[in-house]
């Protein structure tokens, strides 16, 4: 398998669909909502995505099975391959018109991430690697940050939305954190937390919660551009907890610290 032609294979498949969920922030309707849960928000942009991921992906693998967030297609799972993708991840700040959302979409051979791309549509960065190769932002080399200790530390995480009954332990660990470290931020968008920990902006990110297809992609970044990846109980089952530590991995035993003080 040549990675390196299929990873720019997928950029191009994702900047496409880029341009389609661009064109379509310009004048969504938010009358054309629609609620999966809880807090929990779709449209036909979302849906419409990724039935054009899924279509462009067949023809560059078509031995690949998929798993996806909107089902739009026959998810199909222990193939050979496997895609996971979220055709829209921040779609709450896409109706809202905030401008941070992006494409996330993973590969795995098995049980093994190979490539990865998280395209934030918006600013036009596009982040990738995939397996043999260091982790790209537009091209250029990136790596996670040098920062060893919390107070010099810019976090990111996200806030629980429709599963609340840890919220007060997450509101205990928030102020700790705040406390321990430069600042907290809530971006709304799990693979755009990811991909700025690869390149440096965040020295870690934390969340629980989180479905594969938030992850997988951004994950891989993290881990190739240097970075370390845990759940909240320091080991490495992330994707199937649901929760997720990714650093720099100098400050990973400070954070899961203080995380372990606040959940068990």
């Known amino acids: 398998m040549n990675y390196e032609l299929l990873c720019n294979k997928v950029i191009a498949i994702a900047r496409l669909t880029g341009n389609f969920i661009r064109k379509e922030s310009l004048s969504f309707d938010d009358a054309k909502i629609e609620y999966k849960g809880l807090n929990d928000l779709v449209s036909y942009v979302d849906k419409t995505a990724e039935r054009q991921l899924v279509k462009n992906l067949k023809k560059v693998l078509p031995e690949a099975g998929f798993i996806t967030e909107e089902d739009e297609t026959e998810n199909t799972y222990n193939q050979p391959f496997t895609w996971i993708i979220d055709p829209l991840d921040g779609t709450t700040n896409f109706i809202h018109g905030i401008p941070t959302f992006s494409i996330s979409i993973a590969l795995y051979e098995g049980s093994e991430p190979v490539l990865g791309v998280v395209y934030e549509i918006n600013r036009g960065e596009m982040f990738y690697?995939?397996?043999?190769?260091?982790?790209?932002?537009?091209?250029?080399?990136?790596?996670?940050?040098?920062?060893?200790?919390l107070s010099q530390c810019l976090l990111a995480t996200g806030f629980p939305y429709?599963?609340?009954d840890k919220q007060p332990q997450y509101i205990q660990l928030f102020t700790e954190m705040m406390q321990k470290c430069h600042g907290l931020r809530r971006i709304g968008s799990a693979a755009v937390d990811l991909a700025y920990v690869a390149c440096g902006r965040f020295d870690a990110y934390f969340e629980y919660n989180l479905n594969s297809y938030d992850m997988a992609a951004g994950a891989f970044l993290v881990k190739q551009a240097g970075g370390q990846l845990h759940n909240f109980s320091g080991g490495d089952e992330y994707l199937q907890t649901r929760e997720i530590v990714a650093s720099n991995g100098l400050v990973t035993q400070e954070i899961l610290n203080t995380i372990k003080k606040h959940f068990n």
């Open 129 to 149: 690697s995939y397996k043999g190769a260091p982790a790209y932002l537009n091209n250029k080399e990136i790596r996670v940050s040098r920062s060893s200790n």
């Open 162 to 164: 429709y599963q609340f």
